[in-house]
Nanobody, 121 residues
C-alpha cells in the first residue's frame, strides 16, 4: 500500500512564500514522476509542476519564475517552493505520485489528500 501525504499549506499574504512537501511511503515500489496539481474553488484540477526521477522539471507558465519543484529521492519526497504568491494561487494543492512496483512491474498513480493554500491580506 502506498500513502501520499502533503503538508505545508496555510494562509499567507500576497507576495509571501510557502513550501509544500509531499512524501510517499510504503514498500515494494520505486517512484517515477511526481507532480503538483491545484484546484481552486469551482474550477477543475490543473497541473502546476512536474519532476522526473532524474530531476527534469516542468512548470506551467502561470507560475514560472515564482514556483520551483524539487525532490529528494532518498526520502521519496517532492517539494514545491512558492514565492511571490498571488491571490489567484489560492487553491487546494494536490500531489500525484507515479510508482512502478518492484515485483511484476506495474504502473500506478496515487493522489495525496491535498493541502489548502490561501493567499489573502
Amino acid at each position: 500500500q502506498v500513502q501520499v501525504v502533503e503538508s505545508g499549506g496555510g494562509l499567507v499574504q500576497p507576495g509571501g512564500s510557502l513550501r509544500l512537501s509531499c512524501a510517499a511511503s510504503g514498500s515494494g515500489f520505486s517512484i517515477n514522476n511526481m507532480h503538483w496539481y491545484r484546484q481552486a474553488q469551482g474550477k477543475e484540477r490543473q497541473l502546476v509542476a512536474s519532476i522526473t526521477r532524474s530531476g527534469g522539471t516542468n512548470v506551467v507558465d502561470s507560475v514560472k519564475g515564482r514556483f520551483t519543484i524539487s525532490r529528494d529521492n532518498a526520502k521519496n519526497t517532492t517539494y514545491l517552493q512558492m514565492n511571490g504568491l498571488l491571490r489567484e494561487d489560492t487553491a487546494v494543492y494536490y500531489c500525484l505520485v507515479e510508482i512502478v512496483t518492484t515485483i511484476k512491474p506495474r504502473w500506478f498513480a496515487y493522489w495525496g489528500q491535498g493541502t489548502q493554500v490561501t493567499v489573502s491580506s
